[in-house]
């Protein structure tokens, strides 16, 4: 079923990044499957690393992830090099290749239903391979290489290249305004690729609680929260986006084959995904329970704060970091919206330093000024620990 792979050594630009580390798991399972030679070289760079593995001479190519630029060093030297180069998204494609891919995509909510539904086809027996932006719990992995027909896959919509993908079965579970930079033609442009997107698939599944989605014409399965009163099942990750979540994969799942309630039993097993909403300490200082959650979207952390605050906390300290300058200044409204909701004492919000991971950051748009404009008393803006330390390192070792 696998395509065979001609490479001689690999190398990975950015390796310690979620979705190309499901990648180089998928390969490294199909060469002690013997599906790929063991002779297969695979060599990494990260920013993580403290030391990258050295720039060898028969690298024949190259995966890069969004983060690389076209500014980075190794980059600019492997370019020189002449040697082929594919993007993270290339890749996925390829070892995907003769598989039915189950696609899921969606502003939000396109982890959790994604890996929901791959353990709900491993529950069931289909075997299947999955790629996913987030570390299941159950498998301590975020990719798996099976001989099962289905591949199942996070579309990461951020680049346009869930574009690239060739769904049978495809998932949306929103569509809202992020990644604008990537989107000259603005809210209207993500709409569009996201409709171009449903109507290559020959399933579609839509959360119809969405206004862009319920405006899509075209055939496919519609599901909402309202929906949940024809389900009996009790998640262990809280929020009720999270049973909209399951709900979406519980109807994909459906399609393929397996029975709901079969889908049910396994939605009971699933432990969750590293940093959506998981419980780190459960115990913390003799009373306190610490959760972590990547959420960076307005909408998102309205989800976020609605599940902690279901779990009715005495006292909520809810820390967040905002990520990426350009979503910051182009959803500013929303952001500050967001946190002019949050509840009152005894609970408190501490709004850290804008988290820079592949730009630049702007003039104006910081931390300190979105806490000013929030101007509630328990809205707090958290100072770094060490002034010189940024969300890149140390200033110093960055100018080396």
């Known amino acids: 079923m696998q395509t065979k792979l001609k490479y001689k050594h690999i190398r990975f630009l950015g390796a310690e990044g979620i979705g190309m580390s499901a990648l180089i798991r998928i390969i490294e399972e199909r060469k002690t499957a013997g ?27 190259v995966v890069r992830s969004t983060a690389i630029n076209a500014e980075d060093p190794e980059y600019k030297e492997l370019v020189s090099r002449k040697i082929e180069i594919w993007h993270r998204s290339d890749m996925l494609n ?3 290749e003769g598989y039915k891919q189950i696609v899921v995509s969606g502003t939000h909510g396109k982890t959790t239903t994604s890996a929901m539904l791959a353990h709900i086809l491993v529950y069931a027996g289909l075997n299947p391979s999955f790629a996913i932006g987030g570390i299941l719990s159950n498998y301590n992995s975020n990719g798996k290489g099976s001989d099962g027909q289905y591949f199942v896959l996070e579309g990461d919509e951020s680049d346009k290249s869930f574009m690239k993908t060739n769904p049978y079965l495809a998932v949306v579970t929103s569509v809202e305004p992020d990644h604008l930079e990537n989107y000259p033609g603005g809210f209207q442009e993500i709409q569009n690729c996201f409709y171009s997107f449903l109507d290559r698939a020959n399933i579609r599944i839509i959360c119809n609680d969405d206004p862009s989605l319920e405006k899509y014409q075209k055939e496919s399965i519609r599901y909402s ?10 998640l262990k990750l809280a929020g009720i986006h999270n049973y909209s979540n399951a ?19 396994a939605l009971e097993k699933f432990t969750g995904i590293q940093r959506r909403f998981e419980l780190i300490n459960e115990n913390y200082n003799g009373s306190i329970k610490v959760y972590d959650d990547y959420a960076h979207h307005p909408t998102e952390i309205k989800a976020v704060l609605e599940g902690a605050l279901s779990l009715k906390p005495q006292k909520l300290v809810f820390v967040y970091q905002p990520h990426h300058p350009e979503r910051t200044k182009q959803l500013w409204k929303e952001f500050v919206e967001v946190f002019k909701t949050f509840p009152g004492a005894p609970h408190i919000a501490l709004i850290a330093d804008v988290y820079v991971a592949r730009s630049k950051h702007i003039p104006g748009i910081d931390s300190k000024s979105m806490v000013k404009e929030i101007n509630k008393e328990n809205v707090l803006y958290l100072e770094p620990i060490e002034t010189n330390l940024t969300s890149q390192g140390n200033l110093s070792d960055m100018k080396a």
């Open 94 to 96: 390829f070892l995907s």
């Open 225 to 234: 929260k309202n929906d949940l009163v024809n389900y009996s099942f009790k």
């Open 35 to 61: 599906i790929y030679s063991s002779d297969l070289k695979i060599s990494k760079s990260d920013l993580s690393y403290k030391q990258n593995d050295p720039l060898d001479a028969d690298i024949d190519l």
């Open 247 to 265: 709900l979406a994969a519980v109807l994909a799942a459906k399609e393929l084959g397996v029975d709901p309630q079969t889908s049910i039993e």
